[in-house]
């Protein structure tokens, strides 16, 4: 096998390579080999990490698909064409690819932002320019790693001195780094991403959503205390960007029309974070969307057990889910992502939403004993979606289980429910085959809950350790 440690990567990854898409409105590019001596060519490079997010190997379609093709949200089509089939059966070995894939991409752009932010300081640039490019690089550093460690590494509560993932600050060519506690992962991370909100602007590069601003980096900071079960401090920076940030939900009216628009769009308000796709750059066969429409791949279909939990007047049931037809009759297809400017499957992915902000803010209030502004939270994400669902009354530990509830219906295919399952060491049910029995219960704890080292990764470094189980 090819090692394709981080030695190797790091070797290889220059400043990432830019597609034809950054040609293309919002964004304009510029060669691999070009240098970062400028704020120009420094943007061009934090554009070139944007670019690689894009990838269906990592954001564009691995890190969504993997995890929830390892729930219950998921029935493996009997026609599969062999892809997230170990995910599904929960089979994977460290030879997994689409693991070695995500672990290869994260720490490929990982490397990129540490070659920005060693040459930014000394660039030809107002104090302003370098805090912007800082902040962005700081911000997409912390989030990486932090999505790393949630795959890669046991959920935090319990196992904060567990093995976590490498938490990389310099561009070595030659290091052969040691995998760090996870509860160094964790507070590296949220260091990132509190010096990079110091640093960045409330409004950011004007792209829409398709660059981090300070209000991602705070919603991505909330994430990882809430990550930690760490609620007293997510609270506070939840309520900001609730009050202060101008992001509204998606409303009933507009919820369906939304999923197929870019997000830079007027009724995209609810999109604080975006991986962009425009028609010149789509991945086609290999997008987000094809893995789930029936006219793509149709590999992955909705289960019975998720499709249930939605009300016949909850609007994301039509949003999300649509009849298969044909050889596909009686299936619930995937529609979340659906067709834009004629492409099947071509469509912005979303990586932060301020639905997600309200229901954990929601889930934090209830966890703190505010049980008043969990509700209110919580009912405006399932009264937007269904206006005629009563008003939530539950207290305690029923009120808790109904957010987690919501998070599952609002999040499902945005790769949360895995995450959500592992913070609080619930049972996880693997995918369903074509008869509807799932092929594996894995209970807490147990070592499969952490996805596999990259077995190239193994050979070319000699301090990274396996994970157990694998």
């Not at 990838?55 to 493996?76: K, Q």
């Not at 009120?399 to 949360?416: C, N, S, T, V, Y």
Request: with cysteine; hydrophobic share 40%; charged share 20%.
């Amino acid at each position: 096998m090819k090692k394709i440690g981080l030695i190797t990567l790091f070797a290889c990854a220059g400043l990432i390579s830019c597609d034809d898409f950054l040609t293309q409105d919002p964004y304009t590019a510029m060669p691999e080999a070009a240098a970062i001596s400028d704020n120009t060519t420094a943007n061009y490079a934090l554009v070139g990490i944007y670019d690689r997010f894009q990838s269906e190997l990592f954001y564009g379609r691995n890190y969504f698909v993997a995890p929830d093709a390892s729930t219950e949200n998921i029935i493996l089509s009997p026609n599969n064409s062999n892809r997230y089939v170990a995910e599904a059966q929960w089979t994977m070995t460290n030879g997994n690819a689409d693991a070695a894939d995500m672990w290869q991409y994260g720490y490929s752009a990982i490397n990129a932002a540490n070659k920005i932010l060693a040459k930014v300081d000394g660039i030809p640039a107002t104090d302003a320019q370098k805090q912007q490019i800082k902040g962005e690089a700081l911000a997409i550093r912390g989030m990486v790693h932090l999505d790393l460690v949630r795959m890669f590494a046991q959920a935090y509560p319990s196992n904060e001195s567990g093995l976590g993932v490498p938490y990389m600050t310099k561009s070595v060519v030659y290091d052969k780094p040691s995998r760090d506690k996870i509860s160094d992962v964790y507070s590296n991370a949220i260091q990132d991403l509190k010096d990079g909100i110091d640093l960045l602007t409330q409004s950011g590069i004007d792209n829409g959503p398709y660059r981090i601003n300070n209000w991602t980096a705070k919603a991505l900071l909330a994430k990882a205390y809430m990550m930690q079960l760490d609620y007293n401090s997510a609270k506070p920076v939840l309520k900001d960007i609730i009050d202060n940030g101008g992001y509204e939900p998606l409303t009933n009216a507009n919820y369906v029309s939304a999923w197929s628009k870019k997000y830079n769009a007027a009724s995209k308000t609810e999109f604080l974070f975006a991986i962009a796709n425009n028609s010149t750059d789509y991945r086609a066969t290999a997008s987000l969307a094809y893995i789930y429409l029936q006219s793509g791949y149709g590999d992955l279909r909705a289960s019975d057990n998720l499709v249930s939990l939605y009300d016949a007047t909850d609007v994301r049931k039509t949003a999300f889910f649509t009849a298969g037809t044909g050889t596909a009759a009686g299936w619930t297809m995937v529609n979340k992502y659906p067709f834009r400017d004629g492409s099947a499957g071509l469509s912005d992915v979303p990586m932060v939403r301020i639905s997600d902000v309200y229901l954990y803010y929601a889930e934090a209030s209830a966890y703190t004993g505010d049980e008043a502004t969990a509700i209110t939270y919580l009912d405006k994400i399932r009264q937007r979606a269904d206006a005629s669902a009563a008003a939530s009354t539950e207290t305690g530990d029923a009120l808790k289980d109904k957010i987690f509830l919501e998070r599952r219906k609002e999040l499902a295919f945005e790769g949360e429910y895995l995450f959500d399952l592992k913070r609080y060491q619930k049972t996880i049910n693997s995918a369903y085959n074509a008869s509807n029995v799932l092929y594996k219960v894995v209970p807490y704890p147990s070592d499969l809950r952490a996805f596999p080292i990259p077995q190239g990764e193994l050979d070319a470094n000699k301090n990274m350790e396996p994970n157990p189980g694998y």
